[in-house]
């Protein structure tokens, strides 16, 4: 009986070992390894924002936006392009109306659509520019 139980327990070694070594020489499937998220914060600006479809009828808006990226090249070419990425901002709000923002999830979708311009404006896609903050973003 002690000889069965020695044997068993040597299989049972043997068996486990293998298994270990297998996995450790094979290298196992590795999951990527997640990309650093970059921050470049927007210096904050004021635009006027239309009122409804009266001509000539603005709020004063205050934004301050932080483009989250995974690119390193980014972090040099942002601050080059900073007047670009404000003139942008600029205009996007001009376009836009008061009653634009303040629908359900109207910021939310907002912070999506500059997303994908900057995407477009820097010749991208979303693995490099993932997102747009919004830390102020102010209307009087």
């Known amino acids: 009986m002690k000889k069965i139980i ?3 327990g040597i299989a049972l070694v043997l068996i486990i070992g293998g298994v270990v070594a297998f996995v450790m020489l094979s290298g196992g499937e590795k999951e990527p390894k997640p990309l650093d998220e970059l921050f470049y914060v927007v210096p904050e600006q004021y635009t006027n924002i239309p009122v409804g479809d009266e001509a000539g009828s603005y709020k004063i808006l205050k934004v ?4 989250v990226y995974t690119n390193p090249e980014f972090t040099e070419l942002f601050p080059k392009k900073e007047d670009e990425i404000k003139d942008f901002i600029n205009g996007y709000f001009r376009d836009k109306t ?6 359900k999830n ?4 907002i912070k999506e659509e500059i997303a994908e311009q900057l995407q477009e404006m820097f010749e991208t896609d979303a693995d ?10 102010i209307i009087q």
């Open 64 to 67: 301050q936006m932080t483009i």
């Open 98 to 103: 008061l009653d634009t923002v303040n629908r």
């Open 6 to 8: 020695i044997i068993g």
């Open 128 to 137: 490099n520019i993932t997102r747009v903050l919004m830390p102020q973003f």
């Open 106 to 109: 109207g910021k939310e979708r």
